[in-house]
């Protein structure tokens, strides 16, 4: 249909305000929004109507409009419900950008244009559309009667008799109707739909599974902008590890182009379940990062104690506070020039937050179905690792590992609820690969559960140092736990904070003052000088330094500490120093 029908209509009542000469335009869909940037929903060609909540003041129209028309939009309806009549800035904003916009009356409810475009546009499907349009409503109530992405699914199954699971980037169910997915099942579908993504092959994706076909459309989420520019230039690693995705039970190669863009359409409908959602982690994210900072600065314990017992009840409701706590990191890594990246080198690809929500996902018992079984999961990302700060609200007692066994299951001294690198990682390890195809690792250390604060910066380095023994490793997902640290590596969670403090400052502070002074950069030199086990010409090489400017720099570290790097003792002093700054 064509944006005039609009205004031809009597039953919509609707009042052209501007774009005259854009009338000729197609509608392809229809949207309701009061985001202040909806782009990430948006395809293109949609009417959006909008109740104008996201205006604040005069300043927000423009953005907004800018917004709308970089994506596409071919009209805008605004209801007069909240303000009374339609700003004059919301006017002049869709003049500049060549966007119709349209009064919608007070006595017009959206639902009433809505359908109205949806038949118009659908044709013969206009009853399946107008009913994912009902649900659409019903989902974006703040009420009880939401309902989730099972009433999409339910439609799916009762208007179209197609049967559909929503998964996780590792197959864990999220949603579904009737029976449940077998979980050997989704994993095996999302290890096809990531291996295919990566590719970049054009969705739907087709799989056959246990003898069943399935086509396997992908459900972007929060964070992954839609704008048409920014999508083409994005590398495709940066979203396909996190991405949910909608798998149908049919063979969609046959299907008509009507049919696919319904499904298309409820995967939109599905991404916004997920943003709501993914908002719930934004409390909990937060307070990770302020633990995590507060560890990685040395705070006092007293401090680091003060802010867990400010997450217990977000982490642990209605449990108290946590008698012990784990420590997981995890990094993705990327080759340069991978197959399947569309945005530029590996270096360039925001890794941290990747391993973020990766962690949560992984962090899931995968035998829990749904989306809101994260609820004492809290991961924070330093650079490119991503680091969780798991409570245990039951352990063994005093003496026993809790984790040693593995995670879940009863045992003689109570449920044993720790985390265990190798359980972690057995359930996911087949999809993620596939994902990771050729270019991409991901390593994984978890530490030992501490009792209190204070252990709390040895069980980060404890878990870092597992995730090294793990990168060390072959294979594209390894897992290591505090088990397997052996040598100085065990030992130095232990070493008391008051001495590390003396031992790192009297070895570095002259190398950190004079880095400050000059730009230096010889603590980088130092690192990379043991790193390379006292190779001149590799370390030169690594920095891309001529040996004698190395020579120069390692001369100078040595003169402003007074230390040898010929002699092994110094060198490990020099180690150990870097390890536990």
Not at 538 to 557: D, E, K, Q
Request: aromatic residues 4%; proline residues 5%; hydrophobic residues 45%.
């Amino acid at each position: 249909m064509r944006l005039r029908a609009l205004l031809e209509t009597d039953a919509l009542g609707l009042r052209l305000l501007g774009g005259e000469d854009e009338l000729d335009r197609t509608v392809r869909g229809v949207m309701t929004t009061d985001l202040r940037d909806p782009s990430r929903y948006l395809s293109g060609g949609e009417l959006v109507l909008t109740g104008l909540a996201w205006r604040h003041s005069a300043e927000d129209s423009e953005p907004f409009v800018r917004i709308l028309a970089g994506a596409g939009v071919v009209g805008l309806a605004a209801g007069e419900a909240e303000l009374g009549a339609i700003p004059n800035d919301l006017v002049e904003a869709c003049v500049r950008h060549r966007l119709p916009l349209f009064a919608v009356s007070e006595a017009v409810a959206f639902a009433t244009v809505t359908e109205y475009v949806v038949r118009q546009v659908s044709g013969e499907r206009a009853g399946d559309l107008a009913a994912v349009v009902d649900r659409h409503r019903r989902l974006m109530t703040s009420g009880p009667t939401g309902g989730g992405p099972e009433v999409v699914l339910d439609l799916l199954t009762s208007d179209l008799d197609l049967r559909a699971w929503v998964l996780s980037p590792t197959g864990r169910q999220i949603a579904g109707a009737g029976d449940p997915l077998p979980p050997a099942v989704g994993a095996a579908l999302a290890g096809e739909h990531l291996a295919a993504s990566r590719t970049g092959r054009r969705a739907p994706h087709r799989a056959a599974v246990r003898g069943t076909t399935y086509s396997l459309f992908p459900i972007r989420g929060a964070g992954r902008g839609a704008a048409a520019a920014a999508a083409a230039s994005r590398d495709v690693r940066e979203s396909v590890l996190s991405d949910w995705l909608l798998a149908v039970e049919a063979d969609a190669g046959d299907w008509p182009a009507a049919r696919l863009d319904l499904l298309q359409g409820v995967t939109q409908l599905i991404a916004v379940e997920r943003d709501r959602r993914d908002a719930a982690r934004t409390v909990r994210r937060r307070l990770a990062q302020e633990v995590l900072e507060l560890v990685q600065t040395g705070a006092a314990p007293a401090e680091i104690a003060a802010r867990l017992r400010v997450a217990a009840p977000v982490l642990l409701p209605g449990l108290g506070s946590a008698p012990h706590w784990q420590v997981v990191v995890a990094r993705v890594d990327w080759q340069e020039g991978g197959a399947g990246g569309a945005g530029g080198p590996a270096a360039a690809i925001q890794a941290g937050p990747v391993a973020q929500t990766l962690l949560e996902e992984i962090l899931v018992d995968p035998a829990v179905a749904g989306s809101d079984s994260s609820d004492r999961i809290a991961v924070a990302h330093a650079g490119d690792e991503a680091i969780a700060l798991v409570p245990l609200p039951a352990s063994a007692p005093d003496g026993d590992d809790p984790d040693k066994d593995g995670a879940g299951g009863e045992g003689a001294s109570g449920p044993r609820t720790g985390l265990h690198a190798d359980v972690l990682l057995e359930a996911v390890r087949e999809p993620l690969s596939g994902g990771l195809a050729e270019d991409g690792r991901l390593t994984l250390g978890v530490s030992a559960a501490v009792h209190s604060a204070e252990g709390l910066r040895g069980a980060l380095e404890e878990a870092r140092h597992a995730r090294r023994v793990a990168a060390a490793r072959p294979g594209r997902v390894c897992a290591a736990g505090h088990h397997e640290l052996a040598s100085h590596v065990l030992l130095l969670p232990f070493v008391p904070d008051d001495v590390r403090r003396a031992f790192t400052a009297r070895l570095l502070d002259p190398l950190r003052d004079y880095d400050r002074r000059h730009r230096a950069e010889l603590i980088p030199t130092l690192e990379a000088f043991l790193d390379c086990d006292g190779s001149w010409t590799r370390c030169a090489a690594r920095l891309h330094l001529h040996v004698n400017t190395l020579r120069y720099r390692v001369g100078r570290i040595e003169q402003l500490t007074g230390r040898d790097l010929s002699r092994l003792e110094d060198k490990l002093d020099f180690f150990l120093a870097l390890r536990m700054s």
